[in-house]
Nanobody, 122 residues
Framework: QVQVVESGGGLVQAGGSLRLSCTVS????????MGWFRQAPGKEREGVSCVAYYGSTVYADSVKGRFIISRDNAKKTVYLQMNRLKPEDTAMYYCAAAYGFATCEERSYNYWGQGTQVTVSS
């Protein structure tokens, strides 16, 4: 059984930082591309950043230069370091896994976590 578990969300002031973690079990992690997605109230879910199984990364324009995605295959964990946070980053953040190569489009991802809430106060 595949499990995807996010952690690290919370309340932070604008300009602050958070690091999200996502640990996966039940699959061969290094064969999966991993993505972080977010959904703000009243908005559609959007791709934030994704890392392919071989390590290439992609970022949404809104987070480029502020967020860094990384993965540790030995720990079966993907991270999202979020710096210089803005109130508009407030959302539920989801981690997801896709077998093989995947772009940062949610339809490509098969396994999803329950999400972790990030709230940025102004």
């Amino acid at each position: 059984q595949v499990q995807v578990v996010e952690s690290g969300g919370g309340l932070v002031q604008a300009g602050g930082s958070l690091r999200l973690s996502c640990t996966v079990s039940g699959l061969t992690f290094d064969r999966y591309s991993m993505g972080w997605f977010r959904q703000a109230p009243g908005k559609e879910r959007e791709g934030v950043s994704c890392v392919a199984y071989y390590g290439s990364t992609v970022y949404a324009d809104s987070v480029k230069g502020r967020f860094i995605i990384s993965r540790d295959n030995a720990k079966k964990t993907v991270y999202l370091q979020m710096n210089r946070l803005k109130p508009e980053d407030t959302a539920m953040y989801y981690c997801a896994a896709a077998y093989g190569f995947a772009t940062c489009e949610e339809r490509s991802y098969n396994y999803w976590g329950q999400g972790t809430q990030v709230t940025v106060s102004s």
